[in-house]
T-cell receptor, first 113, second 112 residues
């Protein structure tokens, strides 16, 4: 069975600094996908970035990049130049067949001015 | 592209009552998912439709829960004889590719 572990319940970062949110995963599948979603206080889950297990390069989307270390089974999210609007819950997830996602417990990020 | 919509956004009901939620996916998305999220947790998968076919159901989806997608467009999730433990955010997502799921704003259910 697939599993996602996010060990940081809460993180603080100063505005304009970079921050790394940790995610480790467990799966026996050879082919899988890893995702990060942002959930602001409004509740909507916002897709940020995707990494396929066979992708040779780390995924990047604007200020978001995914530090994928397959041997260590980690998929950390790096947010560069943090903004106040980045304050939210962040969830790491793994694709688990039929498209369903298995989510971690999330990390609450607070950006300080 | 107006995004995934869900109605109602909030529902307060008394224990034992039935409730029904609606999800309208992004047009032309053939895959639709329901998730449940309780406070402080990540979303948990409930069920998945491809077009009108319900292809997978989580064991979390007890006999009191039923989901339909009759014409392969919108979907409904019904909870019968609600219990306090059903209080949660119910999220709907849709996709047209295998991995990129777009979520709606959710329906927050409170069972008193």
């Amino acid at each position: 069975a697939q599993k996602i572990t996010q060990t940081q319940p809460g993180m603080f970062v100063q505005e304009k600094e970079a921050v790394t949110l940790d995610c480790t995963y467990d799966t026996s599948d050879q082919s899988y996908g890893l995702f990060w979603y942002k959930q602001p206080s409004s509740g909507e889950m916002i897709f940020l970035i995707y990494q396929g297990s066979y992708d040779e390069q780390n995924a990047t989307e604007g200020r978001y990049s995914l530090n994928f270390q397959k041997a260590r089974k980690s998929a950390n999210l790096v947010i560069s130049a943090s903004q106040l609007g980045d304050s939210a819950m962040y969830f790491c997830a793994i694709w688990a067949g039929w498209g369903k996602l298995i989510f971690g417990q999330g990390t609450e990020l607070s950006v300080k001015p | 592209d107006t995004g995934v919509s869900q109605n109602p956004r909030h529902k307060i009901t008394k224990r034992g009552q039935n409730v029904t939620f609606r999800c309208d996916p992004i047009s032309e998305h053939n895959r639709l998912y329901w998730y449940r999220q309780t406070l402080g947790q990540g979303p948990e998968f409930l069920t998945y439709f491809q077009n009108e076919a319900q292809l997978e159901k989580s064991r979390l989806l007890s006999d009191r829960f039923s989901a339909e997608r009759p014409k392969g467009s919108f979907s409904t999730l019904e909870i019968q004889r609600t219990e306090q433990g059903d209080s949660a955010m119910y999220l709907c997502a849709s996709s047209h590719r295998r991995y990129e799921q777009y979520f709606g704003p959710g329906t927050r259910l409170t069972v008193t």
